[in-house]
């Protein structure tokens, strides 16, 4: 990842919650983005054709979601037959690509990768783990000792995606920090 991106990433994902009246603690709501900045939304299951099944697989081992060329920009292919905390992130994915402005015309199976690969990716999933869990929103939660299921209410993400959150965003390393350093000064 680019020096300096993380930083961006946080900033930016405060940015662009604030535009939607969201502060760092409340779930970031993917739908009322792409809404916002006039980013078509496409539901597999709106889509008629024989590819529409193979697409709608439950288990998530065909397709999460793509970003796809339109004549105005690009809209996001979502599929909708997933749980809502997979289709958030999912969704959040694509979008941090589109504001990114990455390449498109990629899809994404795993719940945080799609085969863009690369710096881009990476970038993609920092920024959506951002989003959906603000820094300043964990370290809060990390504060009061809030465990991964509870972020993961709190967010409405789901369990492995609060716990890469709250255990990769620095927030429950820099409380613990912390926490030791007064526990020593006191000693
Ligand atoms: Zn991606």
Known sequence: MRRGFKAEAKRLALELRAELGLDADCPFDPYAFADEY??????????????????????????????????????ILENDAQPDVRRRTTMSHELAHVVLEHEFGVSLADERKCGLGGAQEEEADWLSGELLI?????????????????????????????????NHSGARTVVERTRSKWNGARR
């Open 38 to 75: 006039g980013i078509r939304v496409v539901r597999l299951s709106e889509l008629d054709g024989p590819g529409r099944d193979y697409f709608l697989k439950r288990d998530g081992s065909a397709l999460s979601g793509a970003l796809i060329p339109i004549v105005t920009g690009v809209a």
């Open 134 to 166: 603000p820094y300043d929103g964990a370290l809060r939660l990390a504060r009061a000792n809030a465990t991964d299921a509870d972020a993961a209410g709190v967010f409405q993400v789901s369990l492995a995606v609060a716990r890469w959150r709250m």
